[in-house]
């Protein structure tokens, strides 16, 4: 039997949610302007999108449910671009049920489901149908049946800007009109999305004593956090604030620290970089940010070492920040805090090093751990930055990298099972001839049935062995 409207309408009055709706007037409308459902006029403004329409449903029952759930994701704090989203996928849905003739929510089947979400976005289609289907079954509305199916996770495309690539930008760096120049190289250090950029306050800098920091907008965690920041950080904040005050004056009300770098007045020919620009006391845009950096790189021509043509983003400068903080071994919360990421669920991938990072470890001084890994020694220098090379002690086989060097060592004479011991190439003659002569300790050994010294032998031995397969590893990527 078909669920009546009232029924439906009856059960979201009695739920939680329903309960919480203040504006229920709302729910009889078909256009939503999104300030109307909570969002600011600078959300608007960023996302480019000023309604939620609703106007194009044919079932109520669905209609009224996809009402239901946009609240619920602006109560969540999706982003606009999300609820859109949202909204279209159920759209679709409303369509595509149509079209096949079921007009009752029971028609909506395991297998319905299945057929709407794999014709298209599968991925997304799916994540999208699942929060409605969660929503709906919890506060009671209505409760269907899916089983979603495992849909393979690729892993995200980690694009930064090669080493080449960067000292080409940094040399046309001042092609850019002075604020977009500033804008760029501010994300490169602070790492952020460009959203987050462009929605920076005039005012975002406070000093408290010889220490300053910035405003930020934090985009998946959704508050405002000052983040503490070199002093060079803050002078190119302050020629940009400088900038707008000759711009705009000390009293305009523009209160963005980047506004709109018009050209237009000259009629777009693509020579962007030709013209003098406009500034106007507007937001800018994202779609301005990706014409200027589309025009830049064709403008110097950037290329990457194998002469193909490296398309440049605003994204590229955050991945670039992400890349060098993890190059440099910091911690994954302090890179996740600078990012401003929801998890830690990015960070392995900044994390996974290059053939071609590994060659050029390999180039300079390649060390083998005692996993047989290959690394590089980047002494952790917090507190201490004069101490790198009291940090790396000789043993009589290999090197000792121990982050202190304060007490005594417990594994003075068993350096092959410490985590800070580490050989090079320099070392394998003496480490083949060590793992000769156990050998020859191993054969007395077990014609002696000194079960525990066999067990020890072959422990050294196991070590010896991964450390030779490492130095192994660091002779393949020295040839290549």
């Given at each position: 039997?078909?669920?009546?409207?009232?029924?439906?309408?009856?059960?979201?009055?009695?739920?939680?949610?329903?309960?919480?709706?203040?504006?229920?007037?709302?729910?009889?409308?078909?256009?939503?302007?999104?300030?109307?459902?909570?969002?600011?006029?600078?959300?608007?403004?960023?996302?480019?999108?000023?309604?939620?329409?609703?106007?194009?449903?044919?079932?109520?029952?669905?209609?009224?449910?996809?009402?239901?759930?946009?609240?619920?994701?602006?109560?969540a704090k999706h982003s606009l671009d999300t609820v859109r989203h949202r909204n279209g996928v159920l759209k679709q849905l409303d369509k595509f049920l149509v079209s096949k003739g079921y007009s009752k929510p029971e028609d909506l089947t395991d297998t319905i489901l299945r057929e709407f979400i794999t014709q298209s976005s599968t991925k997304q289609r799916q994540n999208d149908i699942v929060y409605a289907l969660k929503l709906w079954a919890e506060e009671g509305w209505l409760k269907l049946i899916y089983t979603p199916f495992k849909i393979k996770k690729q892993a995200p495309k980690i694009e930064t800007i090669p080493e080449e690539v960067l000292y080409q930008i940094y040399q046309q760096f001042d092609l850019f009109p002075a604020p977009l120049e500033r804008l760029f190289r501010l994300q490169l250090v602070l790492g952020c999305r460009i959203g987050e950029m462009l929605r920076m306050p005039r005012q975002c800098l406070k000093q408290e004593g010889d220490k300053w920091f910035l405003l930020r907008w934090v985009e998946k965690r959704k508050h405002w956090?000052?983040?503490?920041?070199?002093?060079?950080?803050?002078?190119?904040?302050?020629?940009?604030?400088?900038?707008?005050?000759?711009?705009?004056?000390?009293?305009?009300?523009?209160?963005?620290?980047?506004c709109k770098v018009d050209v237009s007045h000259h009629g777009y020919n693509g020579k962007r970089f030709q013209v003098e620009p406009v500034y106007k006391p507007e937001t800018l845009r994202f779609d301005t940010i990706r014409l200027w950096l589309q025009d830049f790189r064709e403008e110097v021509n950037l290329k990457d070492k194998h002469g193909n043509k490296f398309h440049l983003t605003s994204h590229h400068f955050r991945r670039t920040k992400a890349s060098i903080m993890a190059y440099c071994e910091a911690e994954d919360e302090y890179i996740a805090a600078v990012l401003g990421h929801g998890s830690l669920d990015m960070l392995p991938h900044y994390r996974k090093r290059s053939l071609e990072r590994l060659e050029k470890e390999a180039n300079s001084k390649g060390y083998v751990d005692m996993y047989g890994q290959v690394t590089s020694f980047i002494p952790r220098k917090r507190r201490y930055e004069k101490l790198a090379e009291i940090l790396k002690v000789s043993t009589p086989l290999g090197e000792c990298h121990r982050p202190s060097m304060l007490g005594d060592c417990n594994l003075r004479y068993a350096c092959l099972s410490c985590d800070h011991h580490r050989v090079t190439l320099e070392d394998k003659t003496k480490l083949e001839a060590d793992y000769t002569s156990l050998q020859k300790d191993l054969q007395q050994a077990e014609n002696l049935m000194q079960e525990r010294r066999v067990t020890e032998i072959n422990r050294l031995g196991d070590l010896i062995k991964a450390r030779l397969k490492g130095l192994e590893q660091l002779e393949n990527l020295k040839r290549k």
């Open positions: 039997m078909m669920l009546p409207l009232e029924i439906l309408q009856s059960r979201i009055s009695n739920s939680e949610f329903g309960q919480k709706l203040l504006d229920i007037t709302l729910l009889e409308k078909d256009v939503w302007t999104t300030e109307a459902i909570g969002y600011t006029k600078d959300e608007s403004d960023f996302s480019r999108i000023k309604n939620i329409y609703f106007d194009t449903f044919s079932l109520s029952w669905l209609k009224l449910l996809t009402k239901l759930t946009v609240l619920a994701s602006v109560r956090r000052f983040y503490q920041i070199n002093y060079l950080v803050a002078e190119l904040v302050q020629e940009q604030q400088k900038f707008l005050e000759v711009q705009f004056g000390a009293n305009s009300k523009f209160d963005k620290l980047f």
